[in-house]
């Protein structure tokens, strides 16, 4: 989750997501962990257990779309990976103007 977030809402979200999810098992009860703070977010792991494994990649596709639905209603923004990048120039770049500057030169 962005840095700008707020981390209760994030937490309090995930949990939500879990909760209303009908495959979710109550018990063990569904987790959510700060795992680590990464370069543009926070990354969080939403821990839950089905009684179905074969329903694994239909109940995480659930699962994820609820939580994009669920942070959009909550205002949480999902991050995108993002570089500043600063330029340093070790001499002064003349800048022309008004000039004529033939471009067919090599």
């Not at 309090?12 to 569904?30: F, G, H, T, W």
């Not at 962990?33 to 239909?58: A, Q, T, Y």
């Not at 639905?69 to 003349?94: A, C, M, W, Y």
Request: proline share 8%; charged share 30%; glycine share 4%.
């Amino acid at each position: 989750m962005s840095y700008n977030s707020d981390l209760e809402t994030v937490l309090r979200s995930l949990k939500e997501v879990a909760l209303e999810n009908q495959e979710i098992l109550r018990d063990p009860e569904p987790d959510v962990h700060l795992r680590e703070f990464g370069d543009s977010s926070w990354n969080m792991k939403l821990r839950v257990w089905i009684d179905n494994p074969k329903r694994h990649p239909v109940v995480r596709s659930d699962i994820n779309c609820a939580i994009v639905r669920k942070f959009r209603e909550n205002g949480v923004e999902i991050p995108f990976p993002q570089t500043d990048l600063h330029l340093r120039s070790p001499i002064p770049t003349p800048i022309l103007v008004g000039q004529g500057i033939d471009h067919r030169a090599a």
